[in-house]
């Protein structure tokens, strides 16, 4: 997946994106367009993508994945967002459970891709639940919001992207990218429920089930919707 940073660019993602004690695996992308979703399967994406109309909000819980470490450095995200599956720009919040120097980091995070995400001073513990909302006003207005009901803690900004389609609705796993997809964090697995889109079930749309594949290896796999809301993504491959 397409990753172009230049310079400037990139001191400015270390001078102003970095939540404390992130490290520099931060400037990842969490959701560079994704134009590879075939027969339900995707190099770097699990979870559900409704497509086929004009979506403006999404919204989805979860419980915040612990992060199984060795000494590599490896990543997951887990997100709601608009457009990206098959758009190219991605309005999107959510969380990481990272692994650096062979330790879990977690955090959250916004992107309004193609701009450099944004990293949250947000507290976000294993085990935490985890709400996040995207809505749009249809004329380049987006809300973003992000809740750890367990802590209390919130977050929400509100962004513009005019050129932004509309053309897809996500609850999604992620493998995120630096030059091309990176391994994959060992985070067990995650409990998606309340995934809604436009107000409706998820599972109204007839959403496209996703799991990610790379080559022969599939890195993690995607679960049925339970009552057109809920559903698991269990990591099988960094």
Not at 114 to 138: C, E, H, M, R, Y
Not at 205 to 229: C, E, H, Q, W, Y
Request: a positive charge; hydrophobic letters at 35%.
């Amino acid at each position: 997946m397409p990753r172009r940073i230049a310079a400037l660019a990139l001191f400015l993602v270390f001078a102003f994106a970095f939540p404390a004690g992130a490290g520099a695996h931060s400037i990842v992308r969490h959701g560079a367009p994704n134009h590879r979703i075939t027969r339900s399967t995707s190099t770097n994406w699990a979870g559900y993508s409704a497509t086929g109309g004009t979506f403006t909000s999404v919204s989805a819980t979860w419980k915040q994945p612990a992060a199984t470490c060795t000494s590599a450095t490896a990543y997951s995200s887990f997100w709601v967002g608009l457009d990206g599956d098959g758009t190219n720009t991605v309005e999107q919040i959510g969380t990481d459970a990272d692994c650096s120097g062979g330790k879990p980091v977690y955090y959250a995070w916004y992107e309004m891709y193609p701009k450099f995400p944004v990293n949250l001073s947000l507290t976000i513990n294993p085990g935490d639940t985890v709400s996040a909302k995207v809505t749009t006003n249809g004329n380049g207005n987006f809300t973003l919001t992000i809740k750890d009901t367990t802590t209390g803690g919130s977050f929400t900004t509100t962004q513009k992207l005019r050129r932004a389609k509309l053309g897809s609705a996500e609850v999604i796993a992620e493998a995120p990218s630096s030059g091309g997809v990176l391994p994959l964090a060992n985070f067990g697995s995650v409990g998606f429920s309340a995934a809604t889109v436009n107000g409706q079930p998820i599972g109204s749309f007839n959403p496209d089930r996703i799991d990610m594949v790379s080559g022969t290896t599939t890195k993690a796999t995607t679960s049925a919707l339970s009552g057109g809301t809920a559903f698991s993504v269990k990591w099988n491959h960094a």
